[in-house]
């Protein structure tokens, strides 16, 4: 998609509208292009720049193995991200962020674990094995844990990267991500503090068609990146074959060295004591005097 076009469905989407000039944040003076009846009107260029930046830090993220999570719990952000994030086998959390999803992963990992235990029970005998009250005791938590953490059941390891909607509203999942080190991409409104985002995407963070036309262009540079992983992989794959068809045989000690990590001036300092000392008469060992 060529700039011009990505700019127009970004105005036509209305992106550009902020909130009131009453509720603003003076941090976000930088990306405000001006006001009008009573709202701020945002700079589609900083926008735009966000945009492209965000991209292109997607694809590298995704390029090197890691995996994106999408955070965006608010009602208008929901269908789309489920729908989006979930055509390209990403990770996201659109219910509610529960404390600890990134900090105490362990926990979480261990619930998913549940949520496959009870899937197991009801897929074999649909829990006709329980009494009627446990049967519903254990449905119950079932759905819970699915609500809650379905988007996010494969997510075996930490994300590399996080697209966050709102930061206001998803304060609890930026503290997390930035005491991990995790960098964060998020769509601000100009109520927002851009400085919870590594990258700040300015726009409407209330209209759900400026969410999709967001959500839709870093899903394409995920998938851009999960193609170049894809392509890398199997480079090296060949390169890896090819390369171990032309190397001459190398004796296990050889081997082991260079699995060990023995450098080139160790071994040439060992060499000259194995095999260029001369050889002494049994009974000269020690000086020349002994």
């Known amino acids: 998609m060529s700039d011009n076009s990505l700019v127009h469905d970004l105005i036509e989407a209305g992106i550009h509208f902020g909130q009131r000039t009453s509720g603003w944040n003076p941090k976000m003076g930088r990306f405000i292009y001006g006001k009008r009846s009573g709202i701020h009107v945002i700079d589609i ?12 830090f997607i694809t590298t993220v995704v390029s090197s193995g890691k995996d994106v999570c999408f955070v965006g719990t608010k009602r208008q ?7 989006r994030v979930g055509d390209i086998k990403m990770h996201y959390v659109t219910e509610r962020w529960l404390g600890g999803t990134l900090t105490n992963f362990r926990t979480i990992r261990s619930r998913l674990k549940r949520l496959e235990e009870l899937e197991a029970i009801e897929a074999n005998d649909n829990f006709q094995s329980y009494s009627k009250k446990m049967e519903s005791q254990l449905r119950r938590e079932m759905r ?5 953490l379905d988007g996010i059941r494969r997510m ?5 990267a996080m697209v966050v909607i709102d930061v206001r509203r998803e304060l609890n999942a930026l503290r997390e ?5 995790i960098p964060t991409v998020c769509l601000i409104d100009t109520d927002g503090d851009p400085d919870l985002a590594d990258i700040a995407i300015p726009g ?5 068609r400026s969410i999709d036309v967001v959500v839709r262009e870093l899903c394409k540079a995920i998938a851009e990146g999960k193609q170049t992983r894809a392509a890398e992989d199997s480079k090296r ?7 171990q068809d032309n190397q001459p045989r190398r004796s296990r000690r050889a081997q ?7 450098s080139g001036a160790d071994s040439a300092e060992a060499r000259p004591a194995e095999e260029t000392e001369p050889t002494r008469a049994p009974g000269a060992v020690g000086s020349p005097n002994a």
């Open 45 to 56: 260029k900083e926008t735009v720049k966000g945009l492209l930046l965000a991209k292109r």
């Open 77 to 83: 952000a929901r269908d789309v991200i489920e729908q």
């Open 144 to 148: 819970k844990i699915k609500r809650n």
């Open 156 to 160: 075996d390891k930490l994300p590399g």
């Open 177 to 181: 991500a930035h005491k991990l080190g």
């Open 204 to 208: 409407n963070d209330d209209s759900m």
């Open 237 to 243: 794959e060949s390169g890896d074959d090819e390369g």
């Open 256 to 262: 082991y060295r260079a699995a060990s990590g023995e």
